[in-house]
């Protein structure tokens, strides 16, 4: 059995994954319960499941490799990159066809729109969580940028404090 390829991220309800200023702070629940289901993601259980996570390099230059202490890190970058902590990857789908074909943990790939869009259009993430934000920001950082043509499947949704987590797997079109 292969790995899985998970990406996920949180996502205004207009479709950004960071604000205009790179930021952050907007990810959060509007502090109701009412609709709360009574399973909720468990985003540290998910990590307990990774050992290895791919992000773009962006996210990199922002230091969010920094939150992935007990798993590899791989940034994907087309500039020659040096860091001691990380390795670097030119080709993200690449690295990912000969992961998912090795032993281990499942696999996050985490941030990068373009770099996501790309490994879509690809077919190699096996699942989305997309996590929706009750907030619209108007401007910011599109998770989809363009038309991919890619059909998705709804294994289960959640919800805690406003924020609709969706769980999809990648179908074919």
């Known amino acids: ?47 307990s499941q990774i050992d290895t996570v791919l992000m773009g390099r962006r996210c990199y230059e922002l230091g969010q490799h920094k939150d992935f ?24 789908l690449e690295t990912l066809q000969l992961l998912k074909n090795d032993t281990g943990k499942d696999i996050f790939v985490f941030g990068g729109a373009s770099l996501v869009q790309s490994l879509l259009k690809a077919r190699i993430i096996d699942e989305l969580i997309i996590g929706i934000v009750p907030v619209i920001l108007g401007k910011g950082i599109r998770l989809f940028d363009e038309s991919l043509g890619v059909q998705l499947k709804l294994k289960k949704q959640t919800i805690d404090e406003g924020i609709v987590v969706l769980f999809y797997s990648q179908g074919h079109i």
């Open 1 to 47: 059995m292969s790995r899985k390829v998970i990406f996920s991220a949180a996502m205004s309800l207009d479709g950004f994954i960071a604000d205009e200023h790179d930021g952050y702070d907007w990810i959060k629940g509007d502090g109701d319960h009412t609709l709360d289901t009574l399973e909720k993601w468990d985003y540290p259980v998910f990590l």
């Open 69 to 92: 202490i007990d798993q590899k890190v791989i940034v994907a970058s087309r500039q020659d990159l040096k860091d001691p902590h990380v390795s670097f990857t030119h080709d993200a």
